[in-house]
């Protein structure tokens, strides 16, 4: 079993449809980092969290540490929101290591 | 400001052969990261390196080695390539205090 599982594998949504992306881990943790990858690979964070919620333009990512998972939610998704999703942890206090989840493909059409 | 940045963008090995791949840190980042992300998989951490020294390391054999310069750029070398070596090659930097992980483009290393 995985360290960090993520759901759904695969979402395709309409233009405008509220998203929801979730992801829960085993292991305690000192942070969680939701990122964002395009075809062709780059990578981009979107946010670290150790705890709450953050916002940020039409994203918005929540953890509650007591459950062991967080979720990134996206308003008013745009055909550009299109990507993968991936959820990756920082276990522990010590280093910079970052387990990843397998990543949530997002497809938005117009 | 530049991000991190990784050269080359993309490469092609045969079997058996040794690769180099280079990576310079965001500007003001002391620690650097390498992963390996196979097609349709997360990215795999590979090593850590901070202070020129290796730090943390993942499941990955001896075939995978590294080295981090003083102006804390990075190479991650792999000799003797197989064919499950093909991948893309991450590299991520950070300050050694804490913060996000910023990462780079990737190189996509073919082993054929």
């Known amino acids: 079993k995985n360290e960090v599982e993520q759901s759904p594998q695969n979402l395709t949504a309409q233009e405008g449809e509220f998203i929801t992306i979730n992801c829960s881990y085993s292991?305690?943790?000192?942070?969680l980092h939701w990122l964002q990858q395009h075809p062709g690979g780059g990578i981009v964070s979107l946010f670290m969290?150790?705890?709450g919620k953050k916002k940020h333009g039409r994203l918005i990512a929540t953890i509650n540490i007591q459950e062991k998972h967080s979720s990134l939610h996206i308003t008013a998704s745009h055909p550009r929101d299109s990507a993968v999703y991936i959820c990756?942890?920082?276990?522990?206090?010590?280093?910079?290591?970052?387990?990843f989840g397998e990543g949530t493909q997002l497809t938005v059409n117009p | 400001d530049a991000g991190v940045t990784q050269s080359p963008t993309h490469l092609i090995k045969t079997r058996g052969q040794q690769v180099t791949l280079r990576c310079s840190p965001k500007?003001?980042?002391?620690?650097v990261s390498w992963y390996q992300q196979a097609l349709g998989q997360g990215p795999q951490f590979i090593f850590q390196?901070?202070?020129?020294?290796?730090?943390q390391r993942g499941n990955f054999p001896d075939r995978f080695s590294g080295h981090q310069f003083p102006n804390y750029s990075s190479e991650l070398n792999v000799n003797a390539l197989l064919l499950g070596d093909s991948a893309l090659y991450l590299c991520?930097?950070?300050?050694?205090?804490?913060?996000?992980?910023?990462f780079g483009p990737g190189t996509r290393l073919t082993v054929t």
């Open positions: 390196y901070y202070e020129e020294e290796e730090r």
């Open positions: 991520a930097s950070r300050l050694a205090g804490g913060g996000e992980q910023y």
């Open positions: 500007s003001g980042h002391d620690t």
């Open positions: 292991v305690g943790i000192s942070a």
């Open positions: 969290l150790s705890s």
């Open positions: 990756a942890v920082r276990i522990g206090t010590s280093g910079s290591r970052l387990t």
